[in-house]
């Protein structure tokens, strides 16, 4: 079955403790924000593509090993013999405002992922899945990754394509020394649907406020900004704004949320659902990833999530969502 959506760009093995050298591939889990977003595709019943580059060592086995595993097709990956997988681990510690913050250690320099480049997008099993794809989904951090990464993504969004092009801006300041969101702002006018969240928004276009955004990205058929645990916008090319409040979630652990986000929205979309619904399944698909440890999860119950996504806005507003369930209060 030929993938509907294809996700590009880097894997991470998550690993449990702070990288020291390699571990053994069960220790391993997949990660990275494409791959997040692919898994949760996956989970929700969307033939979905992680094409990327991996080491040929015991981590790359393990990730590729759980992206089949969970239904994703792996068939475009491509294999280095000499570059390694890229890794990461995290710590998770209560913050000043009584929630938990993780905090990322990373091992990715010089790895295979960063060895992609324009050529990439040449190869054959690449461009077959391209070519079938309704949607290719990429982000802000595989441009970040290497020189040869960025010219990738400007031959990529620059291109005729078939399919829609979702970018999330995903803008992380450790990995752009120069601190310039030029780039990445570039890259976001060049795509169908934009995904940003509030805090990126302010850095990367010096605003996050929805008329000044549009006028800064008037060729997006589709901005969405995300506003943490408030709610999400959405705002079409002819100016209309949409709203949606985000559930309350007792969080256990925060990373992960935002492609999570991205993939409940991107369900919604290749479902040509109404935009409404397509914000609730991202906020649901979210609310799943902040219960676990985790950078994906599995998803809410088929049943639940379609009776969420046509409850009332007075009983989407009375859910609760924790490690141990959901829980809608009465009134």
Not at 204 to 219: H, N, Q
């Amino acid at each position: 079955m030929q993938p509907t959506v294809v996700c590009l760009g880097e894997a991470l093995a998550l690993l449990p403790d702070v990288p020291t050298g390699e571990p053994a591939p069960v220790e391993a889990r997949a990660a990275g924000a494409e791959v997040n977003v692919a898994l949760g595709l996956a989970g929700a019943g969307i033939p979905v593509a992680w094409i990327g580059r991996l080491g040929d060592d015991a981590l790359g086995a393990a990730v590729l090993s759980e992206l089949e595993r969970r239904g994703v097709d792996v068939g475009a990956v491509e294999i280095d013999p000499a570059l390694p997988t890229g890794c990461y681990a995290k710590t998770v510690a209560i913050g000043p405002d009584g929630e938990p913050s993780s905090r990322m250690h990373y091992c990715r320099a010089g790895s295979a992922a960063a060895g992609m480049g324009p050529g990439f997008l040449a190869r054959p099993a690449v461009r077959e899945r391209f070519a079938a794809a309704a949607f290719v989904h990429v982000s802000g951090i595989t441009a970040a990754l290497s020189e040869s990464c960025a010219e990738l993504m400007d031959a990529l969004l620059a291109a005729p394509r078939s399919g829609r092009a979702v970018f999330d801006v995903n803008w992380r300041e450790q990995m752009w020394p120069s601190g310039d969101p030029r780039a990445v702002a570039g890259l976001a006018g060049l795509a169908d649907v934009v995904l940003v969240g509030g805090d990126e928004a302010r850095r990367v276009f010096g605003t996050d406020e929805p008329a000044a955004l549009r006028r800064l990205l008037p060729a997006p058929e589709l901005l969405v900004v995300k506003d943490g645990a408030d709610r999400a916008l959405a705002m079409t090319r002819d100016g209309s704004v949409v709203a949606q409040p985000a559930l309350a979630v007792e969080v256990v652990e925060p990373v992960g949320a935002g492609d999570a986000f991205a993939a409940g929205l991107l369900t919604g979309l290749v479902r040509s659902e109404p935009i409404e619904r397509c914000l609730r399944r991202g906020h649901l698909a979210a609310a799943a990833v902040l219960t676990v440890p985790g950078d994906s999860a599995t998803p809410l119950p088929a049943a639940t999530t379609d009776r969420l996504l046509d409850s009332t806005e007075r009983e989407w507003a009375d859910v609760r969502v924790s490690a141990a369930g959901l829980k809608e209060v009465t009134r």
